[in-house]
Nanobody, 121 residues
Framework: QVQLVESGGGLVQPGGSLRLSCAASGSIFSINIMGWYCQAPGKERELVATITDDGSTNYATSVKGRFTISRDNAKNTVSLQMNSLKPEDTAVYYC???????????????WGQGTLVTVSS
């Protein structure tokens, strides 16, 4: 049973920085993509950034140039460096893992419990 645990959320002033981390426990298939999603009250969960097992990244337009996603394959962790934070970044941030066996038709998906990021002066 794979589990994801996020950490690093908190209160930060506009323009400040935070670094979120997500640790995956259990066995992870080699073919996978890890990412961060955010969800504000009353809003749908949205993509923030993803990174594949080979390091290919994808970012939401709103965070390009401000956030950086990275991973450590040996430790099965993924991080999100958040700079130049804005009040509109306030949300619960969730870690996500999608993975599959080689030649499998479908991906399995796991979500973390979420960590709250509040950007306010």
């Amino acid at each position: 049973q794979v589990q994801l645990v996020e950490s690093g959320g908190g209160l930060v002033q506009p323009g400040g920085s935070l670094r979120l981390s997500c640790a995956a426990s259990g066995s992870i298939f080699s073919i996978n993509i890890m990412g961060w999603y955010c969800q504000a009250p009353g809003k749908e969960r949205e993509l923030v950034a993803t990174i594949t097992d080979d390091g290919s990244t994808n970012y939401a337009t709103s965070v390009k140039g401000r956030f950086t996603i990275s991973r450590d394959n040996a430790k099965n962790t993924v991080s999100l460096q958040m700079n130049s934070l804005k009040p509109e970044d306030t949300a619960v941030y969730y870690c996500n893992l999608k993975s599959r066996r080689f030649r499998s038709y479908s991906y399995s998906e796991v979500w973390g419990q979420g960590t709250l990021v509040t950007v306010s002066s």
